[in-house]
């Protein structure tokens, strides 16, 4: 979709302050960034879900209707000659601002490839890897950006929630929500929690004791250790820990009920999550992927399906916007539910 | 009578300048060495425990006397309100030892840091940190030789050319 077409989408003009979640992450801009994203329509900061960064290319964002450039007056463009270009000292003072001026307290997620900010939002890095036994130490000479903007959207999983709900043991389905990049599992995710974590009195789930193992302090977004997100009433949060020994954690430390935990895909991940099944507590989790297919050949989920123990499958999409539930797949036949509609 | 209360001023006057200097050579080595400690206990917060630098700043202010405990503590705060180190730094440096008995020199080993520090790994955090200790540490000698020589000079200098402009004008 054209920027003009983007343009004529937007209602303008609207008089609401721009939403908390951008304004958290434009403190890691320079000022004149900062100044020219934060003069944009709040119509168009409520889409923004993403800035891109790049060194001597123009500055980019990612919104819900399609991506587009930012010019030099602060007016969305669809000509990238026409975009503010981004400049060295742009960068380096974005990678200060963010790293907090303490890049050598984030060795580890520089060698994952991204830091999250306060309030569970990502930023994105690539640059020059400096590798060292075969293995990457760092990253430097930054040369990208992304500052990916996470959105709390209460009520986001009501319409899902039915079709995970186990009536006879009055708990939730083993599920597994799966989607590409960009299509809410987090978001999703998160508010699943919440609503499984206090309980759905319309759907007779009484509220269950669950455990998130947050790797990336994305889905709680803790600040020293209490969640900033709504994670709900009955959820403990193991932040920043890798998930595999986090769930082994879980289990023996805080009797969960209900283990959550976002983008799954080692195989250390699914011998964690084996244990967990055998403990007789139910998981959510989300990896990346845009096929059951695509799931099943992917060499460390081929021994999660083998198991035969998830029991409800999402796929999510964009298709009626960020989170839109594609289709639902019982575990055990593999055969859709036909709920397109949710 | 009017002449003598003159007298008397130029020579309280002059005195007090000789002092004043005298003053400055002499507090140079202790507060060198306070910020040689300083740099120090940073290394220690960023090496050991990777402590982000805002927070690593301001628990070094905690521990020191008050010039530098003010430096740090400002340096951190500056940090804390969303300045890149650099700015922090230098906006620090100007605050708190614009005016002080640190030499162009001293205040330059510090700029300098202030360029570096944050935005590397560990190791060489730690490397530019001990570079700036050992140039410290220098600065220490020369500014103790320094006060041994001058100290003395200034206060009699101080005292005696009163004396002489006194003479003079009589």
């Known amino acids: 979709m054209g920027t003009a077409s983007l343009f004529r989408m937007l209602p303008s003009g609207r008089p609401d302050p721009p939403p908390d979640p951008v304004a958290e992450v434009l403190h890691v801009l320079p000022p004149h960034l900062r100044s020219l994203v934060a003069t944009l329509p709040p119509a168009v900061l409520g889409q923004l879900e993403e800035i891109r960064l790049r060194q001597d290319r123009p500055l980019a964002l990612g919104l819900v209707q399609g991506d587009a450039f930012l010019s030099p007056a602060g007016c969305l463009v669809g000509d990238p000659e026409q975009a503010y270009r981004v400049t060295a000292p742009d960068m380096e003072r974005t990678i200060q601002l963010v790293t907090g001026s303490s890049l050598y307290a984030l060795e580890e997620e520089l060698r994952n490839g991204f830091i999250t900010l306060p309030g569970g939002h990502r930023v994105g890095l690539t640059g020059k890897a400096v590798v060292e036994g075969g293995r990457v130490r760092t990253l430097k000479h930054i040369g990208s950006i992304n500052i990916r903007v996470s959105r709390e959207v209460p009520g986001l999983a009501t319409p899902l929630l039915p079709h995970l709900i186990d009536r006879r043991h009055r708990t939730v389905y083993h599920t597994l929500i799966f989607s590409p990049p960009r299509c809410g599992k987090t978001t999703l995710l998160r508010d699943l929690i919440r609503q499984v974590s206090n309980g759905v009195p319309e759907l007779e789930l009484p509220g269950q004791r669950v455990g998130v193992v947050d790797e990336r302090s994305e889905l709680a977004g803790c600040y020293r250790g209490i969640p900033q997100r709504d994670v709900g009433a009955r959820t403990d949060v193991l932040d920043g820990c890798p998930k595999a020994e986090g769930m082994t954690m879980l289990l023996r430390s805080m009797a969960p009920q209900v283990i959550a935990t976002d983008e799954i895909g080692r195989a250390e991940d699914v011998a964690a999550l084996e244990e967990v099944f055998h403990a007789g507590v139910r998981v959510l989790v989300t990896v990346h992927g845009s096929s059951l297919r695509e799931l099943a050949s992917r060499p460390a989920l081929q021994h999660l399906f083998s198991l035969k123990v998830i029991q409800r499958f999402v796929l999510l999409g964009r298709s009626r916007g960020v989170g839109t539930v594609e289709e639902i797949w019982d575990g055990q036949t593999l055969s859709p539910l036909g709920v397109r509609a949710c | ?170």
């Open chain 2, 1 to 170: 009578m009017l002449k003598v209360l003159g007298c008397a001023a130029i020579l309280f006057a002059g005195s007090g300048l000789g002092a004043v200097v005298a003053g400055l050579y002499a507090r140079r080595p202790a507060d060198l060495r306070a910020l040689q400690v300083a740099l120090k206990m940073l290394e220690t917060e960023i090496t050991y425990t990777a402590t982000p630098l805002a927070e690593a700043l301001l628990r070094v202010a905690e521990r020191l006397p008050h010039q530098v405990a003010l430096f740090f503590a400002r340096a951190g705060a500056g940090l804390g309100a969303g300045c890149t180190l650099q700015e922090a730094w230098e906006g620090a440096l100007r605050e708190c030892y614009a005016q002080s008995a640190l030499a162009a020199r001293d205040l330059a080993i510090l700029r300098r840091l202030g360029y570096v520090l944050g935005i590397s790994s560990t190791g060489d955090q730690s490397k530019h940190l001990r570079l700036a200790m050992e140039q410290l540490d220098l600065e220490v000698k020369r500014a103790e030789e320094e006060a041994a020589r001058y100290v003395k000079l200034w206060r009699s200098l101080g005292f005696l050319g009163s004396l002489a402009l006194i003479f003079t004008l009589w």
